[in-house]
């Protein structure tokens, strides 16, 4: 009953491609769902500004640094890795393996208040800004080699 439009942005995986292009015939003909080939570095920004949501379901242990890129563009992120609990929240931390909890914490996404999207865009950035940025990685291998 939520009214929107996706974009699926991004090649297969290598061993992936049958898989992918299954996706793709199953689900091109839904309304308002795309399929878009992946973009170059240089375009990603657009591609999240252009975006109020960007889902990621790689599992926890691996931080995909889109995430990171998407929180830096202020999109609301839903993500099934727990590195981000305490970061965003819980309702937009989702288990990839259950349709229905990716669902949900779409769901959830879409219908923030405005207000409130704009908080969790603005934790988010500094969050990234933060922990992830490239002074802080700097300073943090200048404090390696200095010891």
Do not use: W
């Amino acid at each position: 009953g939520v009214i929107f439009t996706a974009d699926i942005v991004g090649d297969p995986t290598l061993g992936r491609e049958a898989f992918a292009r299954e996706l793709k015939q199953r689900f091109s003909a839904v309304p308002n769902v795309s399929f878009k080939p992946a973009v170059r570095n240089d375009e990603a920004a657009t591609a999240y500004t252009s975006h109020a949501l960007y889902v990621n379901l790689t599992p926890s242990g691996s931080f995909d640094k889109t995430i990171g890129e998407a929180m830096a563009c202020g999109c609301i992120v839903v993500a099934a890795n727990d590195v981000l609990r305490g970061v965003i929240p819980d309702e937009l931390l989702v288990d990839a393996d259950s349709p229905t909890s990716v669902a949900r914490g779409i769901e959830a996404a879409l219908v923030l208040p405005e207000e409130r999207r704009v908080e969790i865009a603005e934790k988010s950035r500094a969050y990234i800004l933060k922990e992830h940025s490239l002074p802080f990685l700097v300073e943090k291998l200048q404090r390696l080699f200095s010891e």
